[in-house]
């Protein structure tokens, strides 16, 4: 049974301790026990949302921490507006369209102007390279 990334970050939330919720520690789990992936944990492709917004992003089977040391399966969030994500390998430029929560944050207040916007939420090393590791979504700003 293949577990949403929403229930894995409600499990998170109430403190179940789950291995598999990405974190600021140095825990992870191990490779072969739960497929990697990220994703928005509070608007879905296609929701229509009002701005300013708190966007909720988590990690499964990868450990969120702080820009810095490279480590194997660690990193942290950026979300690209407008733009699309960038390619695997690449640095993740550091401007208005390409926001960076080097921070090792699972949230972020966005403001977007009314109308639709692309989102593309996405991972990346302890410097800023981009993993394949993505979530683009569409969103309307009422």
């Given at each position: 049974m293949r577990t949403s990334i929403r229930t894995i970050a409600a499990l998170c939330t109430v403190g179940l301790g789950?291995?598999?919720?990405?974190?600021?520690?140095?825990?992870?789990?191990?490779?072969?026990?739960?497929?990697?992936?990220?994703?928005?944990t509070n608007v879905a492709d296609g929701d229509e949302i009002t701005s300013p917004f708190t966007a909720e992003f988590a990690a499964v089977g990868l450990t969120v921490e702080p820009a810095g040391e490279v480590k194997e399966g660690a990193g942290?969030?950026?979300v690209m507006i407008d733009?699309?994500?960038?390619?695997?390998?690449?640095?993740?430029?550091?401007?208005?369209?390409h926001r960076h929560f080097g921070d090792g944050s699972t949230s972020a207040v966005l403001e977007l102007e009314a109308g639709q916007h692309t989102l593309c939420l996405q991972f990346a090393d302890g410097v800023h390279v981009a993993t394949d590791y993505t979530a683009a979504i569409d969103v309307t700003v009422s």
């Open positions: 789950l291995s598999a919720c990405g974190s600021s520690d140095d825990t992870t789990t191990e490779p072969d026990a739960v497929e990697a992936s990220i994703g928005w942290h969030f950026h733009t699309p994500c960038v390619a695997a390998g690449e640095v993740v430029p550091n401007d208005e369209t």
